[in-house]
């Protein structure tokens, strides 16, 4: 069993930077993968970002690429999420997720990020990106 706890969100103006933290208690080689998503009011819980832990291969979305840093710190079971340059559209809920599904390997290969794959969650952590 896994335990996820986020933090590190808050305000921040268009154009800042903000650092998420995942606390990943319990991550084993039965699992897969790691990773963000984030779901604003009214809409879709999306894939943000996530880490395959089989060869630490990155997946970013599109709407962050190049501006988004996913990592993790194996001796800490830290996932983090470097977010600069951000704007009112990221503002969101963002929450970390695990993976024990086989076939999350494939879809960080296909470039894509089901949140169906993914079995466990954390409580969320709010981001607010306004001037």
């Known amino acids: 069993q896994v335990q996820l706890v986020e933090s590190g969100g808050g305000l921040v103006q268009p154009g800042g930077t903000l650092r998420l933290s995942c606390a990943t208690s319990?991550?084993?080689?039965?699992?897969?993968?790691i990773g963000w998503f984030r779901q604003a009011p009214g809409k879709e819980r999306e894939g943000v970002s996530s880490?395959?832990?089989?060869?630490?291969?990155?997946y970013y979305a599109d709407s962050v690429k190049g501006r988004f840093t996913i990592s993790r710190d194996g001796a800490k079971a830290t996932m983090y999420l470097q977010m600069t340059s951000l704007k009112p559209e990221d503002t969101a809920v963002y929450y970390c997720?695990?993976?024990?599904?086989?076939?999350?390997?494939?879809?960080?290969?296909?470039?894509?990020?089901?949140?169906?794959?993914?079995?466990?969650w954390g409580q969320g952590t709010q981001v607010t990106v306004s001037s």
């Open positions: 319990g991550v084993t080689a039965d699992y897969y993968a």
């Open positions: 997720a695990a993976s024990k599904n086989w076939a999350v390997q494939t879809a960080h290969d296909m470039g894509v990020m089901p949140r169906d794959l993914y079995d466990y």
């Open positions: 880490i395959r832990l089989t060869d630490s291969r990155p």
